[in-house]
Nanobody, 114 residues
């Protein structure tokens, strides 16, 4: 099983991007779907989480600007990112976790710059 991410790119400050992450193989719907991000020299940090029931968690730095959602039928997670700032520039990774597996995506670059 692989997690395939899409939607990254270059955007100006204040702009928006929507990231998607889908499982390429057949899996039971994950308990938790998450987005992390990482910049050079720093640890990977949790950005947002959504559980099977739809409850969400956001890092303080993105609260009110990012929205995480999931499609359980398609085992896909989304991250809508609005009002982007230069400090949001990072490689974004999706992560699916259940009681018997954990998978990471390959990462997608998001660059916020004028």
């Amino acid at each position: 099983v692989q997690l395939v991410e899409s939607g990254g790119g270059l955007v100006q400050p204040g702009g928006s991007l929507r990231l998607s992450c889908a499982a390429s193989g057949s899996i039971f719907s994950p308990d938790t779907m998450e987005w992390y991000r990482q910049t050079p020299g720093k640890e990977r940090e949790l950005v947002a989480t959504v559980n099977f029931g739809g409850s969400t968690y956001y890092a303080d730095s993105v609260k009110g600007r990012f929205t995480i959602s999931r499609d359980n039928a398609k085992n896909t997670v989304f991250l809508q990112m609005n009002s982007l700032k230069p400090e949001d520039t990072a490689v974004y990774y999706c992560h699916f976790q259940s009681w018997n597996y954990a998978y990471w995506g390959q990462g997608t670059q998001v660059t916020v710059s004028s």
